[in-house]
Structure formats: C-alpha cells, structure tokens
C-alpha cells in the first residue's frame, strides 16, 4: 500500500519533506497547494466539533476532500486520542481523505503512518478497520462518481481547498467540473467548486468548514454561485483573519467559514481577529469574543456581514437577549412551489385532499396581527423529505405539478420528486409558538396554535410565553426594532421594516430574566386576560400592560 520513497524518516523529516512539497507545488498553479498552520487546523476541528455536538464524536464521518499531507487529518487523530492511554482503531475517528497530488498522497500516507506509531497503532489496521478511507483521485471525480451512485453523506467535511483562478484550472480538472457549472458561473475559482459540491455531500445537519479566501463573498466571477447557494445555506460561524500572514508565501484575505444547510437558526457568530500582528494561536479561537453578526444570503449580490447591535441602545450590554436565554427563531416553510401545496379552502382543485393527514392549517405573514392569535387564510401539503408516505390521493393530486416539481432547485436533493426540502424543525413548528413577519409597516408578534405550519415570509420563535409575547409587542420593543432593521423605503412614508432574525434575536429583554421575583408572572397573567377578551379587549388594556413592560425594563436589578 505504501510506496517505499519515503521509507525510514523520522516524524520531523516527514515535515521538512512536507515543508518542501508545498514550496515545490506552489510552482505549480494549477493546484493551488499551501499548507495549512497545525494551530489553524487544530482551531478548525473544534470549531466543527461545536457545530456537531448533536452527533456522538465517535459517530462523526468526515471527509478531507484535498487533504495534501494531512494537516487535518493529523489534527483530528490528535483531538480524538488526546485523553486516552491506550487508544484503539475504534477511537479513531471516521475518515475519508482525498488528494489528487501523488506526492502529496504519498506523504500524508507516511505522516498519518508515522503519527498512528507514536501511539501504538499502524495504518493498515486503521483502513482494516473501515474508520479511514483515502485514495489518490481528483475530488470532483469522487464527487461525480458520488451523484452518480447516491453513496453516503458525510457530517462535517473539513479543509483548505485550493485557491485556484479559473483560467489555470488544469483541462482535465475542468472537464470534471462540468456538473457544477451551472451553480458555480463559467469562470469561478476552484475553491468555490469545492465549497459547491461539498454542500451537497453533506448531511442535512452537517457541517462544511473550511479555511479560505474570503472573495467569494463579493466577486463578480462568484457571483453566478451566491445565487444559488445563497436560498440553501446558513453561514454559522466566521473566523476573520483579515490580511494576516496565516500561510507561508500567500497574501490572501481569509477566513474559516462554518456552514450548515438552512435549517438552523440563522444566528451567525462572528469573530475579527484581522487585527491581530502575531502569528497565529489556537487560544485566540477558543477565547475569542464573538459577536452576534447577520449576514445577507439573500441573493447574489455581495454577501455582507453586520455586526447585530452596533447601534444599541444603552442597556444592551447588561440585559439578557432572546438569543442569550435561548430562544431560537426560525424560518417558515419554503416549498420551492407554492402552487403546488398552498391552497386556501375556496380552492376546488384541492378539495379532495384538504383533509389529508399531511395536511395542516398555514400561517402566511398577512395573518399575523399584533397580540392576537394567528388566523391561518391558508392550507398545506406537508411533504418534507424523510417524512411517511402522503398517501397515493395526495401524490395523485401533486401529479398535475409533476413536471416543475421536477425541476426544483433542490429538486436534486430530495429522494421524492414530490418532496419538500427537509423541516428539520417541525416538531417545533408544529408546537404552540410565537410568530412574526418578515416584511412590515411595523412589528407584529402573535400566538400560533399547535398543528399549524408557518409559511416563508413569516419565522417562529419556539415559545409561547405570554410574558414573551408582551415585551415583543411592547413599545420599548418596537424602538429597538425601528432602530436596527433594515428598511424598505422611510418608515414615516408607509416604507415598511423587515424583522430580520438576528435584530429580533439581539432584542435586550427585562433582567427579570434572570431574576424574576415574581414580575412575569403578573405580566403573564396580564396577557392571558387580554387574550381570553379576544376582540373584546379594550385598547386601556394593553395600554396598561405595555407600561407595566416599561416598569419592569426599568427595574435594573
Ligand atoms: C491549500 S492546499 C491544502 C493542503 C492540506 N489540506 C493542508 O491544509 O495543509 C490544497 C490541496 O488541494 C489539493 N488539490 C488541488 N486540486 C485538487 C483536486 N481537484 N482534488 C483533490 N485535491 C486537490 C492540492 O494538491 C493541495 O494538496
């Protein structure tokens, strides 16, 4: 399995050896070789273990889709056995490495053979044992290969890809991103082809994290990319590092992305350490200061990140936040055709199936009035992916949409053409919750009964906390909402706002958060007096209540 060229060195001459491929490679353009810092790569591991704390680490499959001589395959080896005396191959951990350089192959075979000695294990054991894959192959031949054959996702994939200017792509590289091209523009840089097909080759809770360049975020040549990508990703995690020197010989604007598919929240964590003028330290990831930031994949324009709070109002810093207690808000449902599945009742085409079990109640943004609860104007199939059978009448019924549900964007993902992207949320949707528009002349938040959906253009935050409720509804909220939203038009001149997730997640709540003494009980049972009155409840009421907020944001301790 192992060549003999690299035979008797020790674990360091294996780095020099290492040192001085990348130098050679870098000759090379068309492969975009640089090696990654151990301290970034070791940085990079924990941050994908943060995201994938819902799977055992054991369980975890990753995947190094250029992994050179191994920068972090040796970081992961070191992150599992780090605590144990006596590790097996079954503390090791669920690797697939691909590299397409031979050489750097051959090295990154010998380093991992030569780290796996230092505690006792051998390589051959470890591919024996099933926990390591590698192979010697273009990545996008893996890929191709794996749309071909549907094999298994993995749950983080891991890296530095090659930053690589599309004209020096090498001809046979290129024939082999002809799949991608329609995501991906006609003239991407290579690592964006890697950030492309590696979203498809994750989980639907997995992770992507890779060190790169930051251009894709802006450029005119990524542009075709963002568009695409921009409806089926969240950004979760973003390590700046500006313009600092991270790579020997490479100037580049970098950072290490964490992306997810959407689904979670879309709270976006953000840390700047651009500034920073020495060399690179794990300690400045693990204790740096995060802050809550947004960033607008909304479309292909530039992919821009705020900073939530920038602008805050005094007592931010001391107050809790929804984000802070641990409210999550999420998405309502997009169905890539609402044709196909929303209907309201006056609809005939939909008669026979309106009392489907996939069918549920569906809360549109228009429905949702200010302390009230929601009136869903509408229906929907329910049919996300992994989800039981709808039943042959509900797949009869979709059968007359066939042809555009086929040709979905996510379409490629699902297993069914009659799908939905996965709801990886619903059994908290389908919960009592709180809800809110996207787009509006001014905030609303209302109640939304159990078995109802939300659809896109609304968001949910997984409470039904009357207290909750109260403070959203409150005028010391609309403030905070007036002051960091974004805005269609001027608000004085009917413009409207828009609730984005992390300006309602960043809203400073009451300290009575954190040390109630009994005022959210009174505030709840306020609420629930004004809501049993329904219509009836007199405008004094909330009147009294939305003073009683204001009370209870002024007691400071
Ligand atoms: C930026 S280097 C990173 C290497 C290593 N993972 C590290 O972090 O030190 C990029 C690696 O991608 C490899 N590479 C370039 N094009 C590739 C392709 N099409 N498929 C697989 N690997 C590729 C290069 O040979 C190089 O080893």
Known sequence: ???????NHSGNQLDELSRAHYERLQLVKSVGAVETPEAIATAMVGECLRFL???????????????????????????????????TYSDLPKLTALEVDPEGYELFLKRLESRLSQIGLNIQDYFGSGRLHALQINFFDFFNDFKSTGSTRFDCVLGNPPYVKFSTISEEVRDSLSGLRSWCGKSADLYVYFYAATFELIEEQGVVCFISPHSFFKTETAKEFRKV??????????????????????????????????????????????AVDSKFQV????????????????????????????????????????????YKIY????????????????????????????????????????????????????????????????INHLEQFRNALENRQEGRSLNYWYEQRPLLYEDKMLKEKIVFPDITLKPHFALSAQGELVADGAFFIDSNDYALLAVLNSSYARTHFETHSPTIGTLSSKGRMRLKKHVVASMPLPIAWISDGGLLEKLREMMNSYLLAGE??????????????QSVYEISE
Not at 242 to 264: L, N, Q, T
């Open 331 to 394: 998405s309502g449902i997009r169905t890539g055709l609402t044709e196909a599945y929303v209907f309201d009742d006056s609809n005939k085409k939909f008669e026979s199936i309106s009392n489907e079990a996939c069918v549920h109640p569906l809360v549109v943004a228009t429905d949702i009035r200010t302390n009230r609860r929601a009136a869903p104007s509408k229906k929907i199939i329910n049919v996300p992916k992994g989800s039981a059978n709808p039943g042959e009448k509900v």
């Open 283 to 326: 300690d400045e990831i693990v204790h740096g200061n995060r802050q809550h930031a947004n960033v607008n994949l909304t479309s292909d324009a530039k992919w821009i990140v705020t900073i939530a709070g920038q602008r805050g109002m005094q007592s931010e810093n001391r107050n809790p936040t929804l984000h802070s207690m641990g």
């Open 1 to 7: 399995m192992l060549s003999e060229t690299f035979r």
């Open 536 to 549: 009836e409840s007199h405008s004094s009421t909330w009147s009294q209540i939305d003073s009683y907020v």
């Open 53 to 87: 704390s819902h799977i055992e680490q054991l369980d975890i499959s990753w995947l190094d889709p250029c992994v050179g001589t191994g920068a972090f395959a040796l970081a992961l080896i070191d992150e599992y056995v780090r605590h144990l005396p006596n590790p």
């Open 229 to 274: 990508f921009s409806t089926g990703i969240d950004l979760r995690s973003l390590v700046d590092l500006g313009e600092r020197k991270i790579f020997e010989k490479v100037s580049v604007h970098s950072g290490i992305f964490v992306f997810s598919k959407i689904g979670f929240t879309c709270d976006l964590e953000y840390l700047d350490l651009s």
